[in-house]
């Protein structure tokens, strides 16, 4: 009788330490507001510099502590980027694939539940900081954006996107 107390106090433990585990990676994932696919919304973007894109969409994916952004776009003069990067919000640099007009790798920091701050580069040099704010009903996530591009061109926007 003796065994089987002991044999069904360590399940129900094991079961509650999967419980806990499997809560924590719920939480986990979900207290990142930035993961999905966003679309542009230019009709409520500001381009002060008058070179919005045509068109932008980007995905964020969970990666390990921190994301996978994958970004395409159609540039103001028809041109198209793609680049990839992958993350975490530790303000180390990490590598960026692609033709990006950022630079050639990025920093991220998590400001607050809400807010992750990227700091782009070429060559080791700072071209642009983005300040990425989401709704707090996780919808909208707008992106202020300042520098200068890899292009020379000085960038001051706000740009808008909708969750898909």
């Known amino acids: 009788m003796q065994a089987r107390t002991r044999q069904a106090c360590l399940l129900a433990a094991v079961a509650l330490g999967l419980v806990f585990v499997l809560a924590g990676t719920t939480f986990a994932q979900s207290s990142q507001t930035n993961i999905g696919t966003w679309n542009i919304n230019l009709a409520k973007s500001k381009y002060t510099d008058g070179k919005a894109p045509k068109s932008s969409t980007f995905t964020v994916a969970a990666a390990g502590a921190g994301i996978k952004v994958t970004s395409d ?3 103001a003069d028809g041109s198209v980027a793609h680049s990839v990067y992958v993350a975490n919000y530790d303000g180390k ?72």
């Open 73 to 75: 776009s159609v540039r």
């Open 93 to 164: 640099d990490s590598p960026i694939t692609g033709n990006s007009q950022w630079g050639d790798g990025t920093t991220a920091t998590r400001v607050d539940a809400n807010t992750t701050r990227h700091i782009f580069k070429k060559g080791g040099k700072v071209t642009v900081t983005q300040n990425v704010v989401v709704s707090s009903d996780g919808k909208t996530m707008t992106i202020t954006t300042t520098g200068t591009n890899t292009l020379g061109q000085t960038i001051n926007s706000v740009a808008v996107y909708g969750k898909q």
